[in-house]
């Protein structure tokens, strides 16, 4: 027979994890109702903006991972003794996650406005720009997870991996771009986003998630090398270069095998067709998964 077994420290983990999560909820929903110009409730229920409740769902879904990804890696007892480098630790953790954000919407899709467009219930919008937030968020705990950091070269070691994998994420975008274009006749599809096409949504918002957990399998194999900086930026690039390759093959492998005569750009891009974008966002995250499992053996 077994027993439920929790502990004082559980309890306490539970209750201190739970508070800061209320916290940090409480200060997001005030930041997403100043930018919306609105109560946040009218907003969502009564005039139902589902692009603004899916990208706010998401936002309290990345803070909720972070501070128990975080929680559960510093250990309670930790946290209990440095509150202050506990407390340090997560705001460097939301705060690179929101310039990754900011990045993403300011750089990478600077063609695409997604705040304006999420508040129009632009639900493909609310999609990509979703799709990027769970990106990023896996991006920083990989990081995290990589370095450890303890001191200002490790933060310097953080900083520029951060910067040289938003790079390989604007890369990304790009190539996808250049495929859209290449097969719809040069359209744009930081443009065709404001057509508000779900499946397209769908579809990069898989592909973008994909590739942030492929970067977490490429910097997992990774070997961190101090605070070398040059040795540890080749490293980043050598190994979630691999994972990205491999993340693509493997991908476009599987829908092929899923659905062998299927057009699947044509039934996504001009069709809407939802079911088979739901496939290309469930083949890219589960090889996306998979790269980490098959690399932390």
């Known amino acids: 027979m077994s027993y439920l077994s929790l502990t004082n420290i559980n309890f306490f983990a539970i209750i201190s994890s739970f508070s800061v ?3 940090v909820v ?3 929903r005030l930041v997403v109702q100043y930018k919306a110009k609105q109560i946040l409730h009218e907003e969502i229920a009564k005039r139902d903006n589902f692009a603004l409740g899916i990208n706010y769902a998401c936002q309290i879904a990345v803070i909720c991972i972070s501070i128990a990804y975080l929680f559960d890696d510093i250990s309670m007892a930790t946290a209990q003794k440095q509150p202050l480098r506990a407390t340090l630790l997560l705001l460097l953790i939301l705060t690179y996650i929101s310039i990754g954000q900011y990045i993403h919407r300011k750089w990478i899709l600077y063609k695409f406005n ?3 467009a999420i508040l129009k219930q ?5 999609l ?3 799709g990027m937030l769970i990106a990023n968020c896996i991006l920083v705990l990989a990081l995290y997870h990589w370095v450890h950091p303890r001191g200002i070269s490790d933060l310097l070691v953080v900083t520029l991996g951060f910067i040289l994998l938003q790079g390989i994420f604007a890369l990304d975008s790009k190539l996808r771009e250049s495929r859209f274009a290449k097969v719809n006749q ?3 599809l930081q443009q065709n986003f404001n057509l508000a096409n779900t499946s397209i949504g769908i579809r990069y918002a898989g592909k973008t998630i994909g590739l942030a957990l492929a970067i977490y399998a490429g910097l997992h194999s990774a070997p961190y090398h101090g605070a070398t900086v040059v040795e540890n930026l080749f490293s980043v690039v050598l190994h979630c270069g691999a ?3 491999l993340l693509y093959i493997a991908s476009t492998i599987l829908l092929h095998l899923s659905l062998p005569k299927v057009n699947i750009g044509l039934e996504v891009d001009h069709q809407d067709n939802i079911g088979v974008a739901c496939l290309e966002f469930a083949v890219f995250a589960a090889i996306g998964y998979l790269l980490i499992n098959m690399f932390s053996v």
């Open 21 to 23: 999560i209320c916290l």
């Open 26 to 28: 409480v200060a997001l």
């Open 114 to 116: 997604e705040g304006q």
């Open 122 to 126: 632009n639900i493909c919008a609310a």
């Open 128 to 130: 990509v720009d979703s």
């Open 186 to 188: 040069g359209a744009s």
């Open 243 to 245: 994972m990205w390759a």
